[in-house]
């Protein structure tokens, strides 16, 4: 399809040693060629497939920059279309007067996403690597860099495909005993069973370790929970590593919940910090305290903070007793203070120091041992689904694959056709073209501009 040309900063914006201006569309050879002067004095429309050529970049009549200018034509390019890439300085302001030139020549301001989402209209790449592309960009852990490393490699791909195509057959199949019945045995209903009940197991696969993925991707849900002023907010700063949370010896400092996503080791906590727990008739904090606790109950990890430096009390050990049977860190903060001490939990806890950062080695070491070896498991021989979108299609697919299996059971196999066909095309939400632009608008949207 023949879109119109755009262009975008593929760098980011700052100084740098070089920026890459990219330009994509059926006119972008002959845009870069208004504004581009060759050494040779050849015109890029005359350049060699995939060259790189050498010279200036003119606007106005004057030179703006010295570059490097490749060309890639369709359809092997990245989003299918020609492509021309200028490298120029990377300033600022010649940046920004490069891609000034380029829009006057004719291109058109790109939109976040639109050059792989170009790559995914003109059927160059399928959605699950499309939407995998932002996720390797943002990479933050190891395990994120290989899970968008397999999407990208088309292995969640490949498992989509064979479902769907499991699926096909056995719709077609059924077709084929209605259209032709004395052409195929009726005994053959085993195998038209069987194969939607491998087609049910291949889902289900997928969706046990969905929620590892999601977890993986967007960061295990994570809260410090703990009395007044015993260092959670303290805490909270060290794993930012920035002063996200005000700190101070008053107790009741956090009223309300603080969020931040922060990096420990191999995995990626979305951590809240909370207001201390403790009885109080302040309204406000009465509520942040309310909030605390419900998170507590749902989080999937909580960061039991105690002040080690001091006796226990009934208000630690009511807040123990609340999440002691979940997944459950204690830490033992301003152990500097403490000389030694002994906890009344089951649990062992991890001799922390929030001011210092002592203890936080052993605290990335306990999570890692909670969390990682499931994830990294899975990340190693499986392909993970990492996104509510991608876990809700395989659902919906599902539903309907159960459900045709409850019709071929009780009435006929020929009325299970619609519900196998419901199924397949609920996959196509994973991979395939057949998605609505709101769809596709949405998993663009999050990109940023120039990819
Ligand atoms: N000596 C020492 N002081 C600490 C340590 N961690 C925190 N503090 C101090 O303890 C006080 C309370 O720290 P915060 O981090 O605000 O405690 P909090 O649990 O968030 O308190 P609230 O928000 O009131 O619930 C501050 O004065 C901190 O500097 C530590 O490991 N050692
Ligand atoms: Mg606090």
């Known amino acids: 399809m023949d879109y119109d040309t755009i262009a975008a900063v593929s760098t980011p914006y700052g100084r740098g040693g070089i920026s890459v201006i990219r330009i994509s ?42 570059v490097l200018v490749s060309v890639m034509r369709a359809p092997h390019t990245f989003t299918a279309e020609d492509v021309v890439e200028i490298n120029c300085h990377g300033g600022l302001y010649v940046t920004k007067a490069v891609l000034g030139a380029v829009y006057d020549a004719g291109a058109r301001p790109a939109e976040a996403g639109e050059f792989t989402k170009r790559a995914f209209l003109n059927g160059r790449v399928d959605l699950t690597y499309a939407s995998s592309v932002m996720d390797m960009i943002n990479a933050k852990t190891k395990l994120q860099h290989k899970m968008a490393l397999n999407h990208l490699n088309g292995k969640l791909a490949e498992r989509i495909r064979n479902i769907r195509e499991s699926l096909m057959e056995t719709a077609a199949y059924i077709q084929a005993s209605f259209d032709f019945p004395e052409e195929l045995d009726e005994a053959e209903d085993d195998r038209i069973e069987h194969s939607l009940e491998k087609a049910l197991s291949m889902m289900d ?37 920035c002063d996200r949370a ?20 191999n995995l990626m906590l979305k951590l809240t910090d909370t207001a201390g727990i403790r009885e109080t008739g302040d309204t406000v904090e009465s509520i942040g305290v309310e909030r605390a606790k419900n998170l507590a109950e749902i989080a999937e990890l909580v960061l039991f903070v105690v002040d080690c430096s001091k006796p226990l009390d009934d208000a630690d050990m009511q807040i123990y007793d609340m999440v002691k049977d979940k997944n459950t860190v204690i830490i033992a903060n301003k152990c500097d203070l403490a000389d030694n001490f002994e906890l009344p939990f089951e649990i062992d806890a991890i001799k922390f120091c929030a001011k210092s950062g002592d203890g936080l080695k052993a605290l990335t070491d306990k999570i ?57 095309n609920a996959l196509n939400l994973i991979d395939g073209t057949e998605i609505s632009d709101d769809i596709i608008n949405t998993i663009f949207e999050t990109y940023c501009v120039g990819k």
């Open 25 to 66: 569309g059926s006119e972008a050879v002959q845009t870069a060629d208004k504004v581009f002067r060759a050494k040779s004095g050849k015109t890029l429309t005359d350049a060699p497939n995939r060259s790189i050529n050498y010279g200036h970049i003119i606007s106005n009549g004057e030179v703006i920059d010295e």
């Open 205 to 241: 696969n997928l969706l046990e370790n969905a929620d590892k993925g999601i977890v993986a991707k967007e960061g295990i849900p994570t809260v410090i929970v703990g009395k007044p002023n015993v260092g959670k907010s303290s805490l909270m700063n060290l794993l930012a590593q």
């Open 368 to 424: 890692e041992q909670i969390y990682i070896s499931g994830i990294e498991e899975c990340t190693e021989s499986d392909t993970l689904l990492s996104g509510e979108r991608e876990k809700d299609a395989v659902k919906k697919a599902r539903a309907f694959t159960n459900s045709a299996l409850t019709t071929i059971k009780v009435l006929s196999s020929d009325m299970a056709i619609d519900d196998i066909h419901s199924a397949a």
């Open 246 to 265: 005000i700190v101070t010896d008053i107790p009741g400092t956090t009223r309300d919940t603080i969020e931040e996503v922060v990096t420990v080791g």
